[in-house]
């Protein structure tokens, strides 16, 4: 099992941009696809983006591609979500997860991943 720590989130206006970190222990992030999922009450918890265990391969919703960037630095056992142009449907609690995989292999779905952070609030003021 690994352990996952998130941070970075935080208020800003309409426009603005925040970096967030998930940082794991207990094992070795390479061996895990990792993926960035955001809750807002009254909706299921939603799919942002993901990375594969090396990194050659990322997922992206339609609604953050051109705004987010996700990388990892398997080194430091860290997965980094860069968020930029950020709008007030941005809101959200973002969790970061982790499944084992082998290859390229991006889960999207949450039911695929069995580890998970406590999350970090985003929140963007319009």
């Known amino acids: 099992q690994v352990q996952l720590v998130e941070s970075g989130g935080g208020l800003v206006q309409t426009g603005g941009s925040l970096s967030l970190s998930c940082a794991a222990s207990g094992s070795t992030l390479s061996s895990y696809a990792m993926g960035w999922f955001r809750h807002t009450p009254g909706k299921e918890r939603e799919f942002v983006v993901g990375i594969s265990r090396c990194g050659g391969k990322k997922h992206y919703i339609d609604f953050v591609k051109g705004r987010f960037t996700i990388s990892r630095d398997n080194a430091k056992n860290t997965v980094y979500l860069q968020m930029n142009s950020l709008e007030p449907e941005d809101t959200a609690i973002f969790f970061c997860?982790?499944?084992?995989?082998?290859?390229?292999?991006?889960?999207?779905?949450?039911?695929?991943?069995?580890?998970w952070g406590q999350g970090t609030q985003v929140t963007v003021s319009s």
């Open positions: 997860a982790a499944r084992p995989t082998f290859g390229d292999y991006v889960p999207a779905a949450k039911e695929e991943y069995n580890n």
